[in-house]
């Protein structure tokens, strides 16, 4: 098993940045590929952004191209979601979770960590 806890998120005005982080521990970090989804109000959770295993491949929702960066450091088993140019459409709660091969479906991840808010401002 893996656990997970994010941090990071907050308030930001629209067109600010934030930098969430996903700390891992339990069964070896490199082991899983990683994502980032997001859930809304009354909306479904929807997908972020992945990393692999070896940061080798990355992939982003379109919304979030060229806004956010998924990126990983494996000596510090923690995953980070650089996001710039805030929308007031990006206030979710912003989720990691980890599994064996990094998809866009949050079905296919195995493990969850419990959420951060973000709420960004107009």
């Known amino acids: 098993q893996v656990q997970l806890v994010e941090s990071g998120g907050g308030l930001v005005q629209a067109g600010g940045s934030l930098r969430l982080s996903c700390a891992a521990s339990?069964?070896?970090?490199?082991?899983?590929?990683m994502g980032w989804f997001r859930q809304a109000s009354g909306k479904e959770r929807e997908f972020v952004a992945a990393i692999s295993k070896s940061s080798g491949w990355t992939k982003y929702a379109d919304s979030m191209k060229g806004r956010f960066t998924i990126s990983r450091d494996n000596a510090k088993n923690t995953v980070y979601l650089q996001m710039n140019s805030l929308k007031p459409e990006d206030t979710a709660v912003y989720y990691c979770?980890?599994?064996?091969?990094?998809?866009?479906?949050?079905?296919?991840?195995?493990?969850w960590g419990q959420g951060t808010q973000v709420t960004v401002s107009s």
């Open positions: 979770a980890a599994d064996v091969i990094a998809t866009t479906r949050p079905t296919d991840y195995d493990y």
């Open positions: 339990g069964r070896t970090f490199t082991s899983y590929a």
